[in-house]
């Protein structure tokens, strides 16, 4: 049922090992992850999931800090601004904490969270083997916890 | 060459420009807005689950198909211009 989880967590530590240590997995620097050194590896890391991962490259939002939620300090964005300019986007969607902060995003940005979205360098394959490493280590259970008590 | 009078300013290679550029600029919301909306999906489930006990994450969403994501776009640009 798992499989392709496992697959993913063990060529995760195989590539990274650095990321054993818990406390690097839970804060990750972005830095790390976008400088040319963390691309490539994250893009050696990437490629052999193509055809087992759907969406393997799709930009997806990663949390820098495993205690801390999605907001606009806490998810890796890409920074520059795309040629084609800032212009009005309203991000919608079923009316949570997420699509409000990133109409905030928007706003605090100066426009378009577009163009961070689009450079951003989270794939959906960096996020599950991420997050996955994370699960699997209890080092999501504090961000369960603090949600049970509210 | 002028397109029509609804474009009395534009040269066609004016506005097939603005139209790619909107169309991009679709496309790339539409992905925008599944990444926050896929966000939203895993907080949720992290928060009610205990994640150290989820058994997967792979493999559980439905796949977006791009090429409908691409016409949807296009049918709205020239719908709304």
């Known amino acids: 049922?798992?499989?392709?989880?496992?697959?993913?967590?063990?060529?995760?530590?195989?590539?990274?090992?650095?990321?054993?240590?818990?406390?690097?997995?839970?804060?990750?620097?972005?830095?790390?992850?976008k400088s040319?050194?963390?691309?490539?590896?994250?893009?050696?890391?990437?490629?052999?999931?193509?055809?087992?991962?759907?969406?393997?490259?799709?930009?997806t939002l990663i949390r820098l800090n495993a205690e801390g939620e999605y907001?606009?300090?806490?998810?890796?964005?890409?920074?520059?601004?795309?040629p084609l300019g800032r212009g009005p986007l309203p991000v919608q969607s079923a009316g949570g904490h997420i699509s409000r902060w990133a109409h905030q995003a928007q706003v605090s940005l100066g426009g378009n969270?577009?163009?961070?979205?689009?450079?951003?360098?989270?794939?959906?394959?960096?996020?599950?083997?991420?997050?996955?490493?994370?699960?699997?280590?209890?080092?999501?259970?504090?961000?369960w916890a603090a949600n049970q008590k509210a | 060459m002028r397109v029509s009078n609804s474009f009395p300013a534009l040269r066609m290679e004016e506005w097939l420009a603005h139209l790619f550029i909107r169309l991009y600029l679709a496309i790339e919301m539409q992905f925008a807005v599944a990444a926050v909306e896929q966000s939203e999906v895993y907080w949720n489930l992290i928060t009610k689950i205990q994640p150290s006990k989820l058994t997967r994450l792979t493999q559980s969403e439905q796949r977006p198909f791009v090429p409908a994501l691409v016409f949807l776009s296009l049918i709205g640009i020239l719908c709304c211009g």
């Open chain 1, 36 to 59: 040319a050194e963390g691309k490539r590896r994250w893009r050696e890391f990437m490629m052999p999931f193509e055809k087992i991962v759907h969406d393997y490259n799709f930009g």
């Open chain 1, 1 to 33: 049922m798992a499989r392709w989880d496992d697959l993913l967590n063990d060529a995760f530590e195989k590539a990274f090992p650095e990321y054993l240590d818990d406390a690097r997995l839970s804060n990750l620097t972005e830095n790390e992850i």
């Open chain 1, 71 to 82: 907001d606009e300090q806490n998810a890796m964005f890409g920074t520059s601004n795309t």
């Open chain 1, 113 to 143: 969270i577009l163009t961070h979205f689009s450079l951003c360098s989270g794939y959906r394959t960096q996020f599950y083997a991420i997050e996955i490493a994370r699960n699997r280590r209890g080092l999501n259970d504090k961000v």
